[in-house]
């Protein structure tokens, strides 16, 4: 658990109580598909291995059934429990923190609503295409205009 802490960006505190069996599986695998990780933690366990790191200060969140989400992406879990918890109220997000960084209920949608890691990549290089894609249809313009006025010219030459 504590190597789960060092290794991860950002970790997020739910608590399940009420949620089914099937109801877990299917938010593993959600988190599974986004790239993150779900765990039922031992609040006691959770916090000796939480000291010394730096979601440190999320101790006093582990009270009651707890479970984490953790993942490198930090939109992923965000994501994936904000949007389980709308759907399904036996899941409530308590908070987290990226980083050393602590994140309230507020911050944690805020970060549910970013696009992912691969959505802000395939963004970017959206991005760095377009100004030659502009270049590129910038250059043809004027070859092409050229073309019509040559046509145009050609055809009153023909009419007359």
């Known amino acids: 658990m504590r190597r789960t802490f060092e ?15 099937a109801d877990m599986d299917d938010l593993r695998n959600q988190m599974r598909e ?16 939480l000291e010394g790191t730096k ?16 993942s490198d992406d ?3 879990p965000a994501k994936v429990a ?12 308590l908070g987290g923190a990226f980083g050393a960084e602590k994140l309230d209920l507020e911050r944690i949608k805020v ?13 970017l290089v959206g991005m760095l295409n377009m100004p030659a894609t502009r270049i590129v249809g ?3 313009a004027p070859a092409g205009q050229v073309a019509r ?12």
């Open 74 to 76: 930090p939109v992923a």
């Open 7 to 21: 290794d991860t960006t950002i970790v997020l505190v739910t608590h399940f109580s009420g949620l089914t069996v």
């Open 34 to 49: 986004a790239g993150a990780s779900f765990k039922v933690t031992k609040n006691r366990l959770t916090r000796l291995a």
């Open 138 to 140: 910038l250059l043809q």
């Open 55 to 70: 979601f440190q200060n999320l101790n006093d969140l582990f009270t009651g059934p707890t479970a984490i989400a953790y």
């Open 149 to 160: 006025v040559l046509n145009a010219r050609g055809q009153q030459e023909e009419a007359a």
């Open 111 to 123: 970060l549910a609503a970013l696009p992912s890691l691969d959505g802000l990549r395939a963004m």
């Open 82 to 93: 904000v949007n389980f918890a709308k759907t399904n109220k036996n899941l409530v997000v």
